[in-house]
Nanobody, 125 residues
Framework: VQLQASGGGLVQAGGSLRLSCAAS????????VGWFRQAPGKEREFVAA???????????YFTDSVKGRFIISRDNAKNTVYLQMNSLKPEDTAVYYC????????????????WGQGTLVTVSS
């Protein structure tokens, strides 16, 4: 699986950005696409995930700090998962990565086998 993340940029606090994660290659009917972020000097952390079963039933998961502000969605025809980030805060500044794993959602980075290259999000105060 190859992942291409895009959509980062510079935005003022309170603004919005939409990140995209396009998948190509072999994919699995039961899978999870996760979004992680890594701020300078900090460990990579879980942000959100879309986890789908083989019956195309998908569930979304969010870390507490982004609940109510971030939305995750999919365009299955494009094999793309989006992370809509609203009401952005300076503490959301980080490099954002999308990742893919076969199976259900897991919040740890080591559970994901495939990673995109990262896209920088900078939120100014």
């Amino acid at each position: 699986v190859q992942l291409q993340a895009s959509g980062g940029g510079l935005v003022q606090a309170g603004g919005s950005l939409r990140l995209s994660c396009a998948a190509s290659g072999r994919t699995f009917s039961s899978h999870t696409v996760g979004w992680f972020r890594q701020a300078p000097g900090k460990e990579r952390e879980f942000v959100a995930a879309s986890s789908c079963s083989g019956g195309n039933v998908c569930y979304e998961y969010f870390t507490d700090s982004v609940k109510g502000r971030f939305i995750i969605s999919r365009d299955n025809a494009k094999n793309t998962v989006y992370l809509q980030m609203n009401s952005l805060k300076p503490e959301d500044t980080a490099v954002y990565y999308c990742a893919y794993r076969a199976g259900i959602v897991v919040h740890t980075t080591t559970a994901y086998d495939y990673w995109g290259q990262g896209t920088l999000v900078t939120v100014s105060s």
